[in-house]
């Protein structure tokens, strides 16, 4: 399985996004998937994740601003961002999680301006 992420880009406050993340293979539709960011000197933080139930949890700071979808058909997941601040600005990567499989992608670099 191979994750590759898509969509990142340069944008000013206010604006919107959408990430996405394509997966091959057969078991996308049994995994649980997530989007992560890391911002230069900081540590990779969860910032929304949906299982294979459709289950969805939010980092608090992306609640009603992100939303994160997931395409089975398609094998692949989306990360819907709005209202983007200068604070989001980090690379997003997607990550695949199936029983102990744990597969991310490369990462994709959101920059928000000011």
């Known amino acids: 399985v191979q994750l590759q992420a898509s969509g990142g880009g340069l944008v000013q406050a206010g604006e919107s996004l959408r990430l996405s993340c394509a997966a091959s293979?057969?078991?996308?539709?049994?995994?649980?998937l997530g989007w992560y960011r890391q911002a230069p000197g900081k540590s990779r933080d969860m910032v929304a994740t949906?299982?294979?139930?459709?289950?969805?949890v939010y980092a608090d700071s992306v609640k009603g601003r992100f939303t994160i979808s997931r395409d089975n058909a398609k094998n692949t997941v989306y990360l819907q961002m709005n209202s983007l601040k200068p604070e989001d600005t980090a690379v997003y990567y997607c990550?695949?999680?199936?029983?102990?499989?744990?597969?991310w992608g490369k990462g994709t670099q959101v920059t928000v301006s000011s």
């Open positions: 990550k695949l999680q199936w029983l102990h499989v744990n597969l």
């Open positions: 293979g057969e078991i996308f539709q049994f995994s649980a």
């Open positions: 949906i299982t294979a139930n459709d289950n969805i």
